[in-house]
């Protein structure tokens, strides 16, 4: 019997699917946490209430959420043109470049609904053009993007640790950074959207940023689904050789799609530079890039699921880090274990139900 994807409704492929994989992915996780001795139906009361029990918890989460977002757009981009980009931690480490250096030459002059666009484009640009040099050599010399997106991770690290430490630092301070933003420069934080549901966001740095954010899901959406490009994109990631035979340009195709990729990446920095450390430092990506990829894949690389991976991700990084501070035993590296058994199944794993389910689905639909 057929088990095509083709042949079953979207629900059960965006939805169903997703959602028995992270169930199983729990399941598992549960096991691990009682053969350490503590009770997993209290260790998950304690994530919920840690992720979505208050304002502030809410807000962190979802401030987790707003970095995820940006680089799990900018991942399934690059994927729907068969492309996988694994630089968008480096790329958002670029982007926070540009943005710090419209903050720091604005901030003294205008207000920060002024400054912002201006960043925007700026953290876009940077990210951008840190993606372009492995969109060329894929389009042009055939290298590899997964192993060029990888290598200029590494780049971009050392070149901002020697950025904040030789250029940007300020002078007399031991920490590798810039000075702090003055308000010009810094995006307020959404207390007032927390306040029209009753929640106090308290010093949760939940801000404006995830505004952006849900801007880009919908452009996102615009551009892959309903633009002449966007069909480009799903036709060369669909089957290239039948690409070039219909007349789509792969060169160009190739790197504007790396291009838009890297901007979203890079517009990740607005969250955590301007909105919660209202500065530059290393390595503030905090691996958000490398959480993208797996976001991308459980929400299927479409904005809203997407949104809601991301969402997901936030609550796991808020209520595991309440769950640690709560239950002892249960060390920030068990948190990680949990997270890496979502990623497995989420992605790796991810037609381990898959057959069963649509055979299941096929028969029942046919009796």
Wanted: net charge positive; no cysteine.
């Amino acid at each position: 019997m057929s088990t095509d994807s083709k042949s079953i409704p979207g629900w059960i492929n965006y939805a169903l699917i997703p959602l028995v994989n992270l169930l199983f992915a729990f399941f598992i996780s549960g096991i691990v946490i009682f053969i350490i001795g503590v009770n997993p139906f209290y260790a998950l009361k304690i994530m919920v209430q840690g992720a979505v029990g208050s304002g502030m918890g809410l807000g962190f989460t979802l401030f987790y959420a707003t970095s995820f977002i940006f680089t799990g757009l900018s991942v399934a981009v690059a994927y729907k043109a068969g492309l996988f980009n694994i630089g968008s931690e480096g790329q958002a480490y670029v982007g926070g470049l540009g943005a710090a250096l419209v903050a720091l030459a604005l901030d003294h002059y205008v207000p920060w609904y002024v400054t912002m666009p201006f960043a925007i484009v700026a953290s876009a640009a940077f990210g951008a053009a840190w993606a372009f040099i492995p969109a060329w050599l894929q389009a042009t010399r055939g290298s590899h993007i997964v192993i060029t997106t990888i290598m200029f991770n590494f780049i971009a690290a050392t070149l901002m640790v020697y950025l904040l430490v030789n250029v940007l630092k300020v002078p007399g301070r031991m920490s590798p950074e810039t000075r702090t933003f003055l308000p010009g420069g810094q995006l307020p934080d959404l207390g007032w959207l927390m306040a029209l549901f009753g929640l106090k966001l308290g010093p949760a740095p939940f801000n404006v940023s995830f505004l952006i954010a849900l801007v880009m899901a919908f452009l996102v959406w615009l551009l892959i689904w309903r633009t002449k490009f966007g069909y480009e994109i799903r036709t060369l990631g669909a089957s290239p050789s039948a690409a070039v035979y219909a007349g789509i340009p792969y060169v160009r195709t190739v790197i504007l799609t790396m291009l838009i990729s890297g901007g979203l990446a890079g517009m990740m920095s607005l969250n955590v530079v301007m909105g919660a450390s209202q500065r530059l430092q290393v390595d503030f990506v905090s691996g958000a890039g490398f959480v993208g990829i797996a976001v991308a894949l459980m929400g299927r690389n479409h904005p809203i699921g997407i949104i809601l991976a991301a969402f997901l991700f936030g609550a796991l990084y808020q209520g595991g880090a309440d769950l640690n501070f709560e239950v002892p035993a249960i060390t920030r590296d068990m948190i990680i274990v949990i997270q890496g058994l979502v990623i497995l199944f989420a992605g790796a794993l991810e037609h381990m139900f898959r057959p069963a389910i649509i055979r299941t689905y096929l028969r029942r639909a046919k009796a």
